[in-house]
């Protein structure tokens, strides 16, 4: 059965190693038959959560910018994949605030299930993926329906452009394959 699949490059660097892990892996999800959409925060707004909680009652944030069409395509998504630079040994700035901006999806009937998150980081160590691993299965704790089904990660890329010919290139579109 086809899924509708909503791959998110949080990287704000063009060509960024995490966005062409995020094409592979939409590659491979269109070729399994997929209808995948691969949205970058590049050219996006998105402001801080205020913590107001209005988003709770109202199902939508009070902060009008490009978040909340974002976050209305998360929860119609069956399958949400989330491409991220490593900042620091974390996820970087820009995911972060779209995960507390995707605050409304908690009391609606979303329709994700399936999570992944792909990662790349000048840190050659498999670890350096651990505190981006953690801050989403926080996020993903959150959402009872769902689970973070598998995280993808790319060490020793620093320079946009790196990661050509890397494994983890083929691997990110067997994961899309895979769905």
Known sequence: MSKNVLVISTSLRKNSNSEQLAAAFADGAREAGHEVEV???RDKTLGFCRGCLACQKTLQCVIKDDANDIVEKMGK???LVFATPIYY????????????RANPLFPTEYAFREIYLLTTAADEDASAVDGARKGLEGWVTCFQKACLT????CGGVTDAGDIAGNTALTKAKKLGTSL
């Open 77 to 79: 998504a069956d399958v």
């Open 150 to 153: 598998d995280v993808l990660f």
């Open 89 to 100: 040994y974390e996820m970087c700035g820009q995911l972060k605030t779209l995960l507390d």
């Open 39 to 41: 949205l970058s925060l």
